[in-house]
């Protein structure tokens, strides 16, 4: 037996509707406005950048118990040793920061935190006793 396929005509007139493909997003261009704004945000983010390093004017004061036993000022480089409970506790200057870099304590989590920089900011080093901390005002 032979089969025969038919194929099946249906025109628009049948009731067949075809949507037409929907058109692409329309992106709108950028103006004027748009640069000037954006050229703005970006060249005030540049000059905050240098006026918020420079207000690092302040002193780093250094206890042990509770004894001032050093105050240097925040804008000068240096790095220098506190004799602590069980042994040194060296401390560093550099750039407006002040840390911690070096401790005869076993964990040494006062190195681990890192540098101050703001007022009222501080590190201690608990087992040696020993407490930087900066002071002076922002700007």
Known sequence: ???TTTALRVSASDGFKRKPPSPA???R???IPDV???TALILAAAVSFPLLASNRSGTVQVFRV???VAEYPLNENRRFSVSGDIGQVDIEINQGKARICDASCANKLC???GSIAQPHQMVLC???RV???VSGQNK
């Open 131 to 133: 407490m930087i901390t």
């Open 111 to 113: 190195v681990h935190a």
């Open 66 to 68: 509770d004894r001032l």
């Open 36 to 38: 000037i704004l954006i």
């Open 126 to 128: 608990a087992p040696n």
């Open 1 to 3: 037996m032979l089969k």
């Open 25 to 27: 997003p329309r992106i």
């Open 29 to 31: 261009a950028v103006r």
